[in-house]
């Protein structure tokens, strides 16, 4: 499954605003919580100047109530319940679940997840119907190596890292590792030798960031 990277444009409520004012500080959402006609965040604000930050949260039309969790010399831990804008409403609809940290910086929030191209083209769709600008970072593609390979590949891998095969030094050889599969060395070298194929091109794959996926055009 495809691992995405993408900026989201939020709503111009009072903290993103206090963010396009104070470009260097830096918002990040620990973790949400939805209630029955609003969301319940937990926000660590990274920025020198918490008080002004907290005067705009104690006029902020969209914020219900919040609570100071903790202060420090870095900012503050804040729990804020507000409404749910729509960006993440956009996102909940598709079933795109967020990694947390998610991190408001500058007015744009980042936002890392794991999902399906289904889904991910069902967000995109959402988005632009919603008219929420958003941008792409990266993608990278995630492959189970238990897919890569037959189930003859994966029985003969097994056992050969369990005999030690792959440990410096050998903790057998290609002979021993074909007597306890009771078969020939070369059928064994040639299933390893392809297995081996499959999972070290697969790497390479997904080490290389996919930027365009036919997928989304």
């Known amino acids: 499954m495809p691992r995405v990277w993408l900026r989201i444009e939020l709503p111009r409520d009072s903290l993103v605003k206090y963010s396009l004012d104070h470009p260097d500080d830096e918002f990040r959402m620990l973790a949400s919580h939805r209630t029955e006609d609003s969301l319940r965040v937990v926000v660590d604000a990274e920025t020198p100047d918490p008080k002004t930050l907290i005067q705009v949260l104690d006029t902020a039309p969209e914020v219900r109530s919040y609570e100071v969790l903790q202060t420090n010399q870095q900012g503050v831990l804040l729990q804020i319940e507000t409404a749910e804008h729509e960006p993440r409403v956009a996102a909940r609809t598709t079933g795109m679940l967020p ?55 994966w029985e003969v891998l097994t056992e050969a890292i369990t005999r030690g095969y792959y440990d410096t030094p050998r903790g057998c050889s290609l002979t021993e590792l074909a007597d306890a599969l009771e078969v020939n060395p070369s059928a064994v070298s040639g299933v390893l030798h392809r297995a081996e194929e499959q999972i070290i091109k697969s790497f390479a794959a997904e080490a290389k960031q996919i930027d365009s996926p036919n997928s989304l055009d």
């Open 99 to 153: 990694q947390y940290p998610m991190v408001l910086r500058n007015g744009w929030q980042t936002i890392e997840t794991v999902t399906s191209w289904e889904r991910l083209s069902n967000l995109k769709a959402e988005f632009e119907e919603r008219d929420v600008s958003f941008e792409i970072l990266s993608i990278s593609q995630s492959v189970e190596v238990t897919d890569l390979l037959t189930a003859r590949q």
